[in-house]
């Protein structure tokens, strides 16, 4: 059938007075239902003061905050999201019986989920490295959860490849979830060998176009799709540009500051300024490596991306230890903005203090309410740091009780043990390794385990986790903080130690089997 054929225009006309109409988009030659463009200048002159102590009193600069966090679904995502649904209606590729896939990070599948309230189904292949609120908000919207133990983040063909054995685990558990939704497991099955090859290289962007190809499903493809650069240069950037004209002033004296997901938003608003203004002024800011910030992507994670294009922006690599200061401070002021804007901000203003830049855009991308769990642990209990790096742990590798592997799938052999024992420089003795399943209780349920707090219970006080990336232990290290149990996250987990680069994971990590 075409899909001239597939058109449904009761569904465009449900989509469009629900949803378009509702969400900032062009009408004539203006751009209704703006986002509130915001001074954040004063706030920020205070936060300077009374958190690092830096007085710019006597710097004139401006920083406004574009909070997208007020949109219909509490993203700037919604936006793309939108803009992709509205024509794929338009062009009959989605309608009230086709279902809709893709894999998130959470925001983008949260906006789809509007399309719930439609009648539409929605599944989303989301990691289990989610923060427990993003999971809340998506079973909010309906959508069928797709829940994988591996990160959705990799870029199509990463070279860090999981082993064989741990494809075929979770193709498997894949396939019960499919089921479970009512997808035919023959069709999975004949197509299993594509599915275990994408797993093995964690390419869960790509597992989502070829489940929707199988199953004649729509993907969105946010990861490649032109439209989501196209509505940041024809929508977002002009309604910025319009605000300032309000003001009396101009976009073209301004640098914007965003983050990175898909590069929808870099991409849209650096074509803007360079085809308005003839001007190289959007600032990327991503994380460092082992960093694991709330929908948003280290550096090396956004390479290989069809829309990174680093030649177009200025890119920047912040400590989010730095940032959450920020972030508590702002959030305790009544601004609703999430993790990546504390890093955006943070970087205006110490360009700011260092004289680079007197005007600033801020992009607020999100809100704290889904990461409020985390949010709360700023500020209380000890002065020891929830990441350590490397190098910082082996320096107090002898003040640890004892060094603790967590994962929920996963478990280092032998050899895995004596990588992490010569990167910290301590005895492989020191090292315990709890069953998979224990993890996996503790993420699922936020409580400890019997079998866990035997391991936590020692004289210092104080245990390091190490997981795969860093992600899973952080997310271990953010449960137990909220219990009084002080750990640490190492960051970049086993697959950054020195001892272990070069080696597939395969070589040192295998499928837990318990």
């Not at 954040?40 to 009193?57: G, H, Q």
């Not at 086709?98 to 949260?110: D, K, L, M």
């Not at 079998?451 to 986790?465: F, I, P, R």
Request: aromatic fraction near 6%; include cysteine.
């Amino acid at each position: 059938m075409s899909e001239a054929q597939n058109y449904d225009p009761a569904l465009l006309e449900k989509f469009e007075q629900e949803i378009w109409n509702q969400i900032p988009h062009i009408e004539g030659d203006k751009i209704v239902n703006a986002t509130p463009l915001v001074d954040l200048t004063a706030d920020l002159k205070e936060c300077a003061k009374s958190v690092f102590k830096l007085n710019l009193d006597d710097k004139d600069f401006t920083i406004y905050g574009k909070f997208d966090s007020e949109l219909l679904s509490g993203s700037i995502k919604v936006r793309a999201a939108s803009h992709i649904i509205h024509e794929a209606i338009k062009e009959g590729k989605c309608n009230g019986k086709r279902v809709v896939i893709e894999a998130t990070s959470g925001n983008f599948g949260i906006a789809l989920g509007l399309l719930s309230k439609l009648g539409v189904t929605v599944v989303a292949l989301v990691s289990r490295k989610l923060q427990e609120g993003v999971f809340k908000e998506l079973r909010n919207e309906n959508i069928k959860i797709m829940d994988l133990d591996m990160d959705i983040c990799p870029a199509p063909g990463m070279e860090n490849k999981a082993d064989e054995m741990a494809a075929k685990a979770t193709a498997g558990n894949i396939r019960s979830q499919l089921t479970e939704m009512g997808f035919d497991p023959q069709i999975f099955d004949n197509n299993l060998s594509e599915i275990e090859a994408l797993l093995a290289k964690q390419d869960i962007i790509n597992l989502a176009r070829f489940l929707a190809e199988i199953y004649d499903l729509f993907c969105p493809k946010q990861y490649d799709n032109e439209l989501n650069i196209d509505i940041h240069n024809t929508v977002t950037a002009p309604e910025i540009d319009q605000q300032l004209h309000e003001l009396g002033d101009s976009l073209e004296d301004y640098a914007l500051y965003c983050s990175f997901g898909t590069g929808g938003t870099s991409g849209g608003l650096s074509k803007y300024m360079a085809e308005k203004y003839n001007k190289k002024a959007v600032h990327v800011v991503f994380p460092p490596l082992g960093q694991d910030v709330a929908g948003i992507r280290t550096k090396s994670k956004a390479e290989g991306l069809t829309l990174y294009n680093p030649e177009s922006y200025t890119e920047h690599e912040i400590d989010f230890e730095n940032a959450k200061l920020i972030l508590k401070y702002m959030v305790d002021k009544g601004y609703d903005i999430g993790e990546s804007s504390a890093l955006e901000l943070f970087t205006a203003l110490e360009m700011v203090y260092k004289g680079e830049i007197k005007k600033a855009i801020v992009i607020i991308a999100d809100g704290i309410e889904k990461y409020r769990k985390n949010f709360e642990m700023i500020g209380k209990g000890s002065d020891v740091p929830m990441r350590v790096s490397l190098e910082d742990a082996a320096a107090v590798a002898a003040d640890y009780d004892n060094i603790i592997w967590v994962h929920t799938q996963y478990t280092p052999k032998e050899e895995g043990i004596e990588i992490i024992a010569k990167s910290l420089g301590v005895d492989k003795s020191k090292i315990t390794v709890p069953k998979a399943s224990t993890i996996n209780n503790l993420l699922s349920t936020q409580q400890v385990p019997d079998e866990l707090n035997k391991e936590l219970e020692g004289s210092k006080g104080k245990s390091l986790l190490v997981c795969m990336a860093g992600n899973t232990s952080l997310m271990t290290a953010q449960v137990l903080a909220s219990k009084g149990i002080v750990t640490q996250s190492l960051n970049g987990g086993i697959t950054n130690l020195p001892e272990g680069r070069g080696k597939n994971p395969g070589e040192y990590i295998q499928v837990a089997r318990e």
